[in-house]
C-alpha cells in the first residue's frame, strides 16, 4: 500500500519540474508542426495553381526552395528545442524561431491569396502563424519562471 501512496507524491513532483519548461515544449512543438503545415499548404497549391507549360519548373522552385530550406530549418529547430529546452540558449532560439516562423508563415499566406488566388489555405496560414506568435509571446512572458 506505501507504493501506492507514494506514486502520487512522484508524480506530483516530477510535474513541477516539468511545468516551468512545459510552454517552451508547446512553442517547440508548434513550430514543428506549423512548418510541416506549410510545406504541406505550398506543395498543394504549386500542384494546383502552377502554370502549365515551359515556366512551370522555375515557377514551383522560386516558392518551393526558400519556403522549403526554411520550413525544414525551424522544423529541425523544433525537434532540437523539445529535448533541450532546460538550457537558457535553446529557449532563446525557440522564441527566435516562433518569430521567423510566424512571418514565414504569414509570407506563405499572402503569397496564397495573392499569387495562387486561394483565399482559405491562405486565411489559414496566417491564422496558424498567429497561433505560433501567441504561444512565443505567452513563452517569452514566462521565461522568467524557467
Request: a neutral charge; hydrophobic letters at 50%; charged letters at 15%.
Amino acid at each position: 500500500e506505501q507504493v501506492v501512496e507514494n506514486a502520487p507524491i512522484e508524480e506530483m513532483s516530477r510535474d513541477k519540474e516539468n511545468k516551468p519548461f512545459s510552454l517552451f515544449r508547446t512553442l517547440a512543438t508548434a513550430i514543428v508542426l506549423s512548418s510541416l503545415v506549410t510545406i504541406a499548404a505550398l506543395i498543394y497549391l504549386l500542384t494546383q495553381s502552377a502554370p502549365q507549360g515551359e515556366g512551370r519548373i522555375p515557377f514551383i522552385l522560386s516558392f518551393a526552395i526558400p519556403f522549403g530550406v526554411l520550413g525544414v530549418a525551424f522544423g529541425a529547430m523544433g525537434i532540437i528545442g523539445i529535448n533541450g529546452v532546460e538550457k537558457p540558449s535553446t529557449r532563446m532560439a525557440l522564441l527566435i524561431s516562433g518569430i521567423g516562423c510566424f512571418l514565414m508563415e504569414a509570407t506563405a499566406g499572402v503569397f496564397g491569396i495573392v499569387s495562387f488566388s486561394n483565399v482559405t489555405i491562405g486565411v489559414c496560414m496566417i491564422g496558424l502563424g498567429l497561433c505560433v506568435l501567441g504561444i512565443t509571446a505567452l513563452s517569452f512572458f514566462n521565461r522568467k519562471e524557467a
